[in-house]
Structures are given as C-alpha cells and as structure tokens.
C-alpha cells in the first residue's frame, strides 16, 4: 500500500500555469503507475494522463498539448505541468496509483486531492 499526498494547487488567471507535485510513501516508488485526474462538481471524474515505470505517458484529449506529467523516481514525486491554463481546468485535482506498472488495471489508491481555480 502507498501514500499519496497532493500539493501545488490555488488560483491563476486564464493562460497562467500552475505545477502540481504528488509525493508517493510507502511501498517501493518504481513499481507504479501513476495518474493525475481531476473532478468539478457535478461532473464525472476525468483521467487526464499517465506514467508508467518507463516513463512512457498517455494524456486526455483535453489536455494534450497543455500538460506534462512526469516523475522523480529517486525523490518519489509525480508532477503536473500545466500551462495555457482555462476556466474549465477548473476542478481537484487527484492524484492516484495503479498496482500494475504499465497502467493496465484499475486504479487502486488515491490522494486527496488539490484545488486549482483558473479564472477568466
């Protein structure tokens, strides 16, 4: 089982970027996949990219192209770039892990989440 703890979140203005950071504890780092998403209220949560053990991402459509996710394996952070930031980004943002190693399984622990409010 791991920890996952959220931080970076606040309120930017339309175009502005924030830098979201997940610190991982517990179980070894290496052995995860992992997962920002995101959730507005009234809305369904929505997977926004993904890291596996080789690094290798995938993202929503949503935000190709705006968000950068990465990781520190030896610092056991996971990051979230995002720029070009929209009213609609706006939303908690999670982030969660996958006991599988190349994201082919459900998610299995979550975060609690960071707030980002992006106003226009």
């Known amino acids: 089982q791991i920890r996952l703890m959220e931080s970076g979140g606040g309120q930017v203005e339309s175009g502005g970027s924030l830098r979201l950071s997940c610190a991982a504890s517990g179980n070894p780092y290496g052995t995860y996949c992992f997962a920002w998403l995101r959730q507005a209220p009234g809305e369904a949560r929505e997977r926004l990219a993904t890291?596996?053990?080789?690094?290798?991402?995938t993202y929503a459509d949503s935000v190709k192209g705006r968000f950068t996710i990465s990781q520190d394996i030896p610092g056991k952070m996971i990051y979230l770039q995002m720029d070009n930031l929209k009213p609609e980004d706006t939303a908690m943002y999670l982030c969660a892990a996958d006991q599988d190693p190349w994201c082919r399984s459900s998610l299995d622990y979550y975060g609690q989440g960071t707030q980002v409010t992006v106003s226009s």
């Open positions: 890291i596996d053990r080789d690094s290798k991402t």
